[in-house]
């Protein structure tokens, strides 16, 4: 009956944390953003200073690069990539609609109809209502760009305290060495998760780009963009990439080879990358099964939103390890248990 009790405290415990995680999504995703940034990039750091780099400089070098990258790389190239497809969208809008009607068309000569509603409704669902949401890209771009200076600040002091932390960490009061060696393995899987992660799906995102610019499949580049954030997804993210390729395929040419050499694109794309050589670099499996990262990819997304997608796997990693750890403590304390029973039912014997 204590082992029952035990599970469903700990379930509770579990709901109220994912509840409470789900409240305060805005922030946790946020902070989340910052600690993974920091992971990731600091291999670089200590790169540096293996190189006899001095520790301000190492430290000036990092920002600077880190903040060119993002505000004259990334934002400028994502900028420019949506300003493009925006642009593009009467266009691919018109299209559609005649795509649409063809299919209808086609269906309709072998005796499978689509209700007129349903047509008239597509058709009728104008661009008056989608530029909308496409001019709503402009504020969006703003507001992510002054979360993308709040994130640099805060990744930018905690660079700063990357030669002292340790010992910061070493000398909390509850921080003995036994979990200060947990607390370093967890970081480092992490970090060689995150690492590993982002090489395969940047290139991942630069074969997709380069695939569907020989096809001419337009807004490739908004795609190949695409498909490197997606890749972060487990299960998901290669099916949800694919989708938006197809469909501008099949808008653009009309001819359903293209779409054909679309669909083997990605799919040889991700299994060489995603499935061959992703592996291989990773070198370990981190003891999580398949259909846990994808209940965990459900879990994480509902309780943090697209960020908590992304990250699904180090989150439940760094979870399964925290978990571990604990388990780890309870056997001990039973083992040191048992031994002083065995210890003083000998010494009655005697």
């Known amino acids: 009956m204590s082992k029952i009790n035990d599970w469903l405290l700990k379930l509770a415990a579990v709901s109220v ?13 946020q902070i989340l953003i910052i600690i993974f940034i920091a992971v990731v990039i600091s291999p670089i750091y200590y790169w540096l200073r293996r190189l006899r780099f001095p520790n301000w400089l190492a430290l000036i070098t990092l920002i600077l690069s880190m903040v060119c990258f993002t505000v004259f790389g ?4 994502i900028t420019q990539t949506i300003q493009k497809f925006a642009d593009k969208v ?14 209808s068309s086609w269906l309709a000569s072998h005796e499978v109809y689509i209700p007129e509603k349903v047509i008239d409704y597509i058709a009728s669902f104008g661009l008056d209502q989608i530029m909308p949401i496409v001019k709503g890209v402009t504020p969006f771009m703003v507001s992510m760009l002054q979360q993308i200076i709040i994130v640099l600040i805060v990744v930018s ?19 003995n060495k036994d979990i200060y060696v947990r607390m370093l393995r967890i ?3 992490i970090r060689h998760y995150m690492g590993i992660k ?3 799906s940047a290139a991942t995102g630069f074969f997709i780009y380069l695939g569907l610019k020989l096809l001419g499949v337009p807004s490739a580049e908004a795609l190949g963009l695409l498909a490197f954030i997606l890749n972060f997804v487990p299960v998901f993210g290669s099916i949800l990439a694919t989708i938006p390729a197809v469909i501008l395929a099949s808008i653009n040419s009309g001819d359903s080879g293209i779409v054909v050499y679309v669909i083997f694109l990605y799919l040889v794309v991700n299994q060489v990358l995603g499935n061959i050589l992703e592996p291989k670099f990773m070198g370990k499996g981190f003891g999580i099964s398949p259909v846990v990262v994808l209940i965990a990819v459900l879990i994480w997304g509902w ?9 699904a796997v180090p989150l439940t990693m760094a979870v399964k390890s925290s978990f571990d750890s604990l388990r780890k403590e309870e056997l001990d304390q ?8 065995v210890s003083d039912s000998s010494n009655e014997i005697k």
């Open 17 to 29: 944390i994912m509840l409470g995680l789900k409240y305060a999504s805005a922030l946790i995703t």
């Open 74 to 77: 990334i934002i400028s190239f």
């Open 90 to 103: 009467p266009d691919y809008y018109t299209q559609f609609i005649q795509i649409v009607r063809d299919v």
């Open 157 to 175: 002091f905690i660079l700063c305290e990357l030669n002292s932390l340790p010992k910061k960490v070493r000398s909390i009061r509850w921080v």
């Open 187 to 189: 970081v480092l899987d």
């Open 198 to 200: 982002t090489l395969i």
């Open 303 to 311: 309780a943090l939103g697209p960020v908590g997608m992304l990250l």
């Open 334 to 341: 039973r083992k040191e248990q048992d031994d002083s029973s």
